[in-house]
């Protein structure tokens, strides 16, 4: 039932969509643990040394960021969050607030762009990119920080590869002038193997790619049913460090409802 931090990158856009995807994944998850519950038990590969997990559940030799960062991140939304909802609840209204306010044309536009930018410097500065967990994955969290901040944290590591994902698709069909939607049709039965696929992948990033692929049209619901299934998020990096084997199980396990559900939503409504 696990979708990660993608859910909120579907809930802002499409969010009854994201609510249906939700609604499957918990119905798909319940029925498919209570399989294996009877299978195998409750205790099937659990590790039996006493290993304490972290506090926040992330691996240990990932250090939280410097508190000053954190603070100015949590500074940073906790002043644009009023005009950015403003601003957010104008667009869904089909309101130009440029006209609206008697702005230049294109000034929301820019002031976006502006913070965008610097919520994706924010992230980019707030952490040392060593490996392929902390590219990935969200920012350890603080046990000072506070509200702000362990959402600022978390809302710039998804704006982060959010436009990192729409920018890759915008400027290969720029500078190649190809289009990726009619490449993909071309491969339309793969589409929801390779959702399921990437859902194997630990953390949150490749799964913000596989939404971001869906919400520009690129691939169909049936991949994003797959992914969304099969993905475990960040939680399969603990998982990993403390039960490789029970993680690699699991992780396989949820490949097999994912498959079926996106499969089967494919052949019958695609």
Known sequence: ATMGD????????EP??????????????????????????????RPVRDTQSTADGHSRHIAPISEPVSRLQGRFWQWLL???????????LQIDPDQLFSLPANTTNIAGAAAALCAMLLWATSRDITDYESAVSED??????NLFQRVAQDTNFVTSWVIGAFLLFELTIYWTGINLSEIFANWALLLPLMGVAIGLLPGCG????????YLSGSIPLS????????????????????????????????????????????????
């Open 6 to 13: 993608a859910a909120f990158l579907l809930l802002a856009a």
């Open 16 to 45: 009854s969509t994201a609510l249906a995807v939700i609604a499957v994944g918990f119905v798909v998850g319940l029925i498919s643990g209570m399989i294996v519950d009877r299978l195998h038990g409750t205790a099937f590969m």
């Open 82 to 92: 009023l005009p950015a909802s403003a601003i957010a609840i104008l667009g869904s």
């Open 140 to 145: 350890p969290k603080a046990r000072t920080a």
């Open 206 to 213: 490749p799964q913000i790619l596989v939404t971001s692929l």
């Open 223 to 270: 991949a994003q049913l797959g992914n969304a299934i099969s993905n475990d998020g960040d939680a399969l990096f603990p998982a990993i460090a403390l039960a490789p084997k029970a993680a690699l199980v699991a992780t396989l396990y949820s490949s097999v409802p994912a498959l079926v559900v996106a499969y089967g939503y494919f052949i019958f409504f695609e």
